[in-house]
């Protein structure tokens, strides 16, 4: 890490700040100007912190930091294809702006648009939630975002509602050497259900920088299904923090994919804040090339009788490298805590790697936890075992990494989000064999 | 469960007590002085002393680490004595010229030296602080080729085999206690075994604290030549002191072609009282290089002692098809802290390697595995297994899992898992339904939970080991 590069971009990056946030509520001018205190104070992350031992993220540097602008002449018909095939709830955010011509509500009744504008009538509840959970005083990138945050989304779920169609939040990239602040709040009340839909993709190929945070509270009784789909250029940095409180008894169900980006981090904490809450947390990283796709999982019990389940795979080809590391947590009071975790990595060419470490950390002693890893290749046996059935080589070795990967996206709720995912991966290993 | 358990686990110290030999003392303190009065007193020729002083450069410009998961106050370097000798006396010619206050210490410990080299033919190299006072057997293994005895020793009569290999495995600034010890180590066991010679017993060295507020710094280094094979044991005790004491020993396996080591130990050192006061420091360096085709080496240790345990004994699996292995039980009571595994480093074709770690905490203490696995791009074919469980007695000890792994080939098997449970109360009832107490039926299952472990080590230790884990988890479990 070059300490002249990382000045260098903190200058420009403090020069690019606003002086003084020019918000007219106070209370979020307070939170902006503290978070703006705080970048002076933190370092650039480099190999030397354990937490980004594995991912050099120096290359970032090397580009301009100005936040993106915000006039964009996208028309609804230049992105489409991007949509889901079911009814839904869509808000599209153009580099980090709010675009309401391409966005579209159906469910009358429920709070959900632009942070700013939201504000007026829900400040109070806003306000009770924003940056609560992503604390930003030891990430540096959430500080970021925080001291730059201005649009964002908001959901509120009242109170015993279901939300019939799930909510897509599209964030399109078009501009290249910018940097994209994503910001997503989701406030579900007690008993409510929710689909959730966060998905990252660009309409250029040049190299700009997505810093996404992502904040979800979850009430008593309540219920989400979040998934993350990152599929930004090749030549992408994408950063992102999500961080989700858990009360009681409310349930958390998770997959995030990740297939773009030349540089991707993921940092996803879930804090199981009371009794009996749940989460099922899974993964799937694809990448080939030189992507590095890093994925920091936290799942923190602090009370009793909590659930856990994560399973994390990646599927490595080129000189990829992709890193893992799933922390569990289980703290003293959290007895009767039930969690498994595994990471599986299939490595399918020479040169790529993997970092992984599946980390517990156990307080309590009436605890089921368990964790497994593992890396290699296809199972030769199975390999066999399909060509004796016929199938030639390529298309054994296809229909393996496939339902490799499949196992993953599977837990999509959403079909036509699974059917475009199930694509990519089939398209990805076709690629793979075809070379 | 049950009142009857607590009362288990707390048994005092079995082995603490004093033993009163007048000590030579170097004065507190570390400097280039106090390194050239080492080498001095050991009579040292010069390139141990250069080999000496330059790790204490390379120590100077290091910072004791912190990323490890233990918690201690800050050490004093300069308030250690770096040199402690028990007076020299005139030449030994049996065991019956041995001080008898050393042979009463030892028959305390359990370890009757001259019954026990005749009865389960174990060359006993007897570590007294820091100079080795007598050696058993040795003639009989120099009629096979086979050298065993202080490195002291070492230096001067194979002075060719010692500067060959000292600091080949570990240099001297791996680390910071490594070179911290590669400055200040004052004697250790040295050991040989020639091409194609299989060692006809066990190894054994017996290491022991004595002088208080002197810390410790042994150095071992096995040569096992093509096709040798050895078994080697370390076995450590200590007596009961209030002041920590720091022990920071070093040891060096290298394996050439078709050679076998087996390392075990079995670690008793004081671990506090149950207030987490006094107790030792085990800061330990341990590396094997597996340096020819088909070589392996093995570690199996069984560490129950120290206030903290804080070491990764690990193989360089660099020979084509050579074979590492690392067995491990830690306990920990009270509050006691262990941060202990192990590191293979993958760099051979179709190299192996089998990780089984298993840690028991009770009381208010915390253990934590932290492994490395890695293989290189050249580790063609390498697989490897890992597994490690935790049992934790009590809710108010901790058990971390740490396990790094790094895969840089894509030929490679890499499989790790691990899992945590605890005594359940249906399976002391179980026990109690069959007329067994809950004492023994605590460490039945403990015993049960280790066996993969126990199955490595040499008889005369599993059965110590065994013994060991009861008392010392005496108590806990209620």
Redesign the interface.
Known sequence: MNTVASHDYLTSLLQSLPKKPTDSVSWLKQLRAEAIDQIGKQKFPSLRD?EWRFTDISPLTKLPYRPSLTVSDLQLTDIDHLFLEEPSNRLVFVNGHYAPQLSNIIDANLIIGNLPVLMADHSSSIQMHLGQYAQYQDNFFTTQNTAFLQDGAFISIARNTSVPSPIHLLNIATQPEVTNYMRCLLVADTGSDVTLIEDYVSLQESAYITNAVTEISLAPNAQARHYRVQRENKNAFHLANCTVALAHASRYQSVNVALGAQISRLNLDVRLNDEAAECCIDGLTLITDNQLSDTHTCIDHLKPNGNSQQQHKCIIDGSAHAVFNGKIMVR?QA?QTNSSQSSR?L????Q??????????????????????????LDSEELFYLQSRGLSMNEARNLLTYAFGAEIINRISVSSLRQRLEQAVLNQTQQIQDR | MSAALQNLVNQPYKHGFVTNIESDVAPKGLNEDIIRLISSKKNEPEWLLEFRLNAYQKWLTMSEPDWQNVHYPKIDFQAISYYSAPKPKKKLASMDEVDPELLRTFEKLGVPMHERAALAGVAVDVIFDSVSVTTTYKEKLAEVGIIFCSISEAVHEHPELVKKYLGSVIPVGDNFFAALNSAVFTDGSFCFIPKGVKCPMDLSTYFRINTEGSGQFERTLVIAEEGATVSYLEGCTAPQFDTNQLHAAVVELIALDNADIKYSTVQNWYAGDENGVGGIFNFVTKRGLAKGVNSRISWTQVETGSAITWKYPSCILRGDNSVGEFYSVAVTNHHQQADTGTKMIHLGKNTRSTIVSKGISAGKSNSSYRGLVRVAPTADGARNYSQCDSMLIGDQCGAHTFPYIQVRNNSAQVEHEASTSKIGEDQLFYFAQRGIDAEEAVSMIINGFCKDVFQQLPMEFAVEATKLLSFKLEGSVG
């Not at chain 1, 490595?347 to 020479?350: P, Q, T, V």
């Not at chain 1, 790529?352 to 290749?377: M, N, R, S, W």
């Open positions: 354990e003293p007895q990595n490595l399918l060419s020479s790529a790697h993997i970092d992984t470490k599946p980390q517990l950390e156990i307080f309590a002693d009436d605890v089921k936890c368990a964790h497994g890893a593992t890396v290699g290749q």
